[in-house]
């Protein structure tokens, strides 16, 4: 993806260390690939020309991730009023590099771990999948989630604690994740 706009100098590349964390959120919003790259590419779209006119000291990260859930909401609001497509994914191939460092028998229980906590945050609803993600994966402040989101603190702290509880609850609730690591620990 290029982000290169003529003319607009030092905004070619603000926010770019975003992208990555950008692309996480809109895959936790879309649950499929290509609509997360395109949310990404056009909250891009939309805050390069805008990046140039950004005090200094703004917070660029939280005002990208307003951006890209305003793209998301705005394309909800017309694909409810569209004709419906259904996709079938085939899978996702994960390429792992190993780590020296950890036996096997590390790597193996870190990446069902791994795998356990990503099923259940996608089986979240949105509000607690979107939450997870701003304050457990982006580090966000409670009052950045605040903006983004565009509720109260007090919100975010009490839906923050729901989803969490939610989570545990879904965590321990599985048969198989109480199997396969009561045998491992």
Same mark, same amino acid.
């Given at each position: 993806?290029?982000?290169?706009?003529?003319?607009?100098?030092?905004?070619?590349?603000?926010?770019?260390?975003?992208?990555?964390?950008?692309?996480?959120?809109?895959?936790?919003?879309?649950?499929?690939?290509? =609509?997360?790259?395109? *949310?990404? &590419?056009?909250?891009?779209? $939309?805050?390069? /020309?805008? !990046?140039?006119?950004?005090?200094? +000291?703004?917070?660029?990260?939280?005002?990208?991730?307003?951006?890209? =859930?305003?793209?998301? *909401?705005? &394309?909800?609001?017309?694909? $409810?009023?569209? /004709?419906? !497509?259904?996709?079938?994914?085939? +899978?996702?191939?994960?390429?792992?590099?190993?780590?020296?460092?950890?036996?096997?028998?590390? *790597?193996?229980?870190?990446?069902?771990?791994?795998?356990?906590?990503?099923?259940?945050?996608?089986?979240?609803?949105?509000?607690?999948?979107?939450?997870?993600?701003?304050?457990?994966?982006?580090?966000?402040?409670?009052?950045?989630?605040?903006?983004?989101?565009?509720?109260?603190?007090?919100?975010?702290?009490?839906?923050?604690?729901?989803?969490?509880?939610?989570?545990?609850?879904?965590?321990?609730?599985?048969?198989?994740?109480?199997?396969?690591?009561?045998?491992?620990?």
């Amino acid at each position: 993806m290029s982000l290169n706009c003529a003319g607009e100098g030092q905004a070619d590349t603000m926010g770019i260390e975003y992208l990555d964390g950008l692309y996480g959120y809109a895959m936790t919003l879309t649950r499929n690939h290509a =609509r997360a790259e395109d *949310l990404v &590419q056009e909250t891009y779209v $939309r805050a390069i /020309p805008a !990046m140039g006119r950004l005090r200094t +000291g703004s917070n660029t990260k939280g005002w990208l991730f307003t951006i890209l =859930r305003n793209v998301w *909401l705005n &394309q909800l609001r017309k694909w $409810r009023n569209g /004709p419906q !497509m259904t996709e079938i994914e085939v +899978g996702d191939v994960f390429n792992s590099i190993v780590e020296p460092s950890k036996n096997s028998h590390e *790597l193996y229980v870190s990446k069902m771990e791994t795998e356990q906590v990503r099923a259940a945050i996608q089986e979240l609803p949105i509000r607690f999948r979107e939450i997870i993600m701003l304050r457990e994966y982006e580090e966000l402040s409670y009052q950045e989630i605040a903006n983004i989101l565009d509720c109260p603190v007090g919100t975010v702290m009490s839906r923050l604690m729901r989803a969490r509880a939610k989570l545990r609850t879904l965590l321990i609730g599985r048969s198989d994740f109480r199997k396969r690591f009561s045998v491992l620990l």
